[in-house]
């Protein structure tokens, strides 16, 4: 038996009693009895709709999960040039290209520059748009 039906069996419990709706005590209780169905039919709604929105996220994500694998599948299948994350979760790159590592001094969020970007002497922070400058010494180039 569902909350509806419960809440209709308790209605007609109530008829069925001849409950007086003349006295303080019969009112109680019919309007206690009105609140249980108005809200037993609330959650029916509800549970409908949950259902129905359950369905819908099971959809989405099995779309994503197909998408996802297509995206994956062909980003394996880039040039020896690609960048890749590791097992860790830290970024590295193919090694006949040389990278550099640099914090911006305002934000501190952490910048990868190629060799083109270096030579450039400046960069733009991509988070927060400060201009950072830098310098590479011999030293750190044989690096």
Do not use: R
């Not at 994503?64 to 062909?74: F, G, R």
């Not at 690609?82 to 001094?105: L, M, R």
């Not at 960069?123 to 030293?139: H, L, R, S, W």
């Amino acid at each position: 038996m569902n909350l509806t039906e419960k809440a209709s069996y308790i209605k007609g419990l109530a008829e069925g009693m001849k409950v007086d709706a003349t006295d303080n005590t019969g009112k109680l209780i019919l309007a206690l009895i009105d609140v249980i169905d108005d809200m037993s039919l609330t959650i029916s709604d509800l549970e409908d709709e949950v259902a129905a929105l359950t369905e819908q996220i099971d959809a989405v994500d099995e779309d994503l999960s197909l998408l996802e694998d297509d995206y994956y599948e062909a980003w394996e299948e880039d040039d020896d040039d690609a960048e890749y994350w590791d097992d860790d979760d830290e970024y590295y790159y193919d090694d006949d290209e040389q990278f550099f590592e640099v914090e911006c001094p305002e934000c501190h969020d952490n910048i990868i520059l190629d060799e083109e970007m270096v030579a450039e002497g400046s960069i733009k922070c991509p988070n927060c748009g400060v201009n950072i400058e830098f310098e590479m010494d011999e030293d750190e180039d044989e690096e």
